[in-house]
């Protein structure tokens, strides 16, 4: 059971919006810890997408981007394309476990 | 542009040790910015954090993990090592080697893992 809890499945039509939500506590993202957003292809390994809640690495498409509010983030997928099929993770770190944490995981469609 | 590789057997027996190495290119360990980190990530699963390591050696373990895990590294040959004692099922995962980076802060707990190597499948299995 994951301390940051993400839908398992979010989909949309391509050039649609959808976000992801991450929803924490008191002990992790509530906390003030950073959020991080990772792209995981099947059979590749995750790729930081959104580091520090908004800030986007080098290469990493402008239609990314990464909020937070209290104790929950979100990332949001503008102009989804067929490309942006893949598994998605929030992470952060949790005080009470004295550790890092990833999200259970969202699976984004494109229809 | 940095480079991480995962070595080590793919299947282990149950109660023994699993043991990885990741070798790193294109960045050298000594330089005092970075922490290394393994990640694991059972079959169909999320992501589980493993623990970090510095160039001198200082790690920082999951503490679910901690009494079954030994990361050590070794500069002059940029490499950094896992060893997780006493494995059942439940270890058998994809294992990721990883660069540690700052969030918004140098503050250790804002890291987040910019550079992976690609995984390496570790089966407990007799």
């Known amino acids: 059971q994951s301390l940051l809890t993400q839908p398992p499945s979010v989909s949309g039509a391509p050039g649609q919006r959808v976000t992801i939500s991450c929803t924490g506590s008191r002990s992790n993202i509530g906390a003030g810890y950073d959020v991080h957003w990772y792209q995981q292809v099947t059979g590749i390994a995750p790729k930081l997408l959104i580091r520090?809640?908004?800030d986007r690495p080098s290469g990493v498409p402008g239609r990314f981007s990464g909020s937070k509010s209290g104790t929950s983030a979100s990332l949001a997928i503008s102009g989804l394309q067929a490309e942006d099929e893949a598994d998605y993770y929030c992470?952060?770190?949790?005080?009470?476990?004295?550790?890092?944490?990833f999200g259970s995981g969202t699976k984004v469609s494109v229809l | 542009q940095v480079q991480l590789q995962e070595s080590g057997p793919g299947l282990v027996k149950p109660s023994e040790t699993l043991s990885l190495t990741c070798t790193v290119s294109g960045y050298s360990m000594r330089t005092t910015t970075y922490y290394w980190g393994w990640i694991r990530q059972p079959p169909g699963k999320g992501l589980e954090w493993i623990g970090l390591i510095y160039y001198d050696g200082k790690t920082f373990y999951n503490p679910s993990l901690k009494s079954r895990l030994t990361m050590s590294v070794d500069t002059p040959e940029n490499q950094f090592s896992l060893q997780l004692n006493s494995v059942s099922a439940a270890d058998t995962a994809v294992y990721y080697c990883?660069?540690?980076?700052?969030?918004?802060?140098?503050?250790?707990?804002?890291?987040?893992?910019?550079?992976w190597g690609q995984g390496a499948l570790v089966t407990v299995s007799s």
């Open positions: 990883a660069r540690s980076f700052r969030g918004s802060t140098w503050t250790r707990e804002n890291f987040c893992f910019d550079f």
């Open positions: 992470q952060s770190y949790d005080s009470s476990l004295s550790a890092y944490v």
């Open positions: 520090a809640i908004s």
